[in-house]
């Protein structure tokens, strides 16, 4: 079957660093996405990678290791928005995303 | 980026009674519309992809009778819950994907069945 997995919830400071982790077991792979997701909203995108590596945008990187079946998301400078959940998803090889259960980020200040 | 536009944002009805969710791609046509669910504290939940110009496709385990999908236009899906009961209550999200990278999501439907 198709699993991703991520940690269920996780506690970082104000202008302190986060690596929220991602792995996944999927029938074939097009891409893995990591979108933030607050409380009764939509998920926003946040990145999206295909290849092996590192990807930063700002304050967010995020990184890929397909033979790994591994990914993770850094966070940098934190701020009290970015609580929320960070959902992790990989596109299958039916280009169906599918998703993991979500990370519920918390800042403390 | 492209829009996609949910209504309504939330809504609250009665035991029985049927609920309607619109989903429109604003500024680009959409030949697939996902339709997601989620409980809270949980992640989506794909239930179906609706096609225009043909029937959608459910996910195993969701009824195709109490949630209906059309694809009625390139810029148009829509989700029936029928004969809504409590445990139906959920956020519902549509999203299109208009490329090979992200989805885009439209603002999510938070119904709740009393």
Known sequence: GQN?????????????????????????????????????????????????????????????????????????????????????????????????????????? | GAVVSQHPSWVICKSGTSVKIECRSLDFQATTMFWYRQFPKQSLMLMATSNEGSKATYEQGVEKDKFLINHASLTLSTLTVTSAHPEDSSFYICSAPPGDTEAFFGQGTRLTVV
């Not at chain 1, 506690?11 to 986060?18: F, M, Q, S």
């Open chain 1, 4 to 109: 991703i997995d991520q940690p269920t919830e996780m506690t970082a400071t104000e202008g302190a660093i986060v690596q929220i982790n991602c792995t996944y077991q999927t029938s074939g792979f097009n891409g893995l996405f990591w979108y933030q997701q607050h409380a009764g909203e939509a998920p926003t995108f946040l990145s999206y990678n295909v290849l092996d590596g590192l990807e930063e945008k700002g304050r967010f990187s995020s990184f890929l290791s397909r033979s790994k079946g591994y990914s993770y998301l850094l966070l940098k400078e934190l701020q009290m928005k970015d609580s929320a959940s960070y959902l992790c998803a990989v596109k299958d090889s039916n280009y169906q995303l599918i998703w993991g259960a979500g990370t519920k980020l918390i800042i403390k200040p």
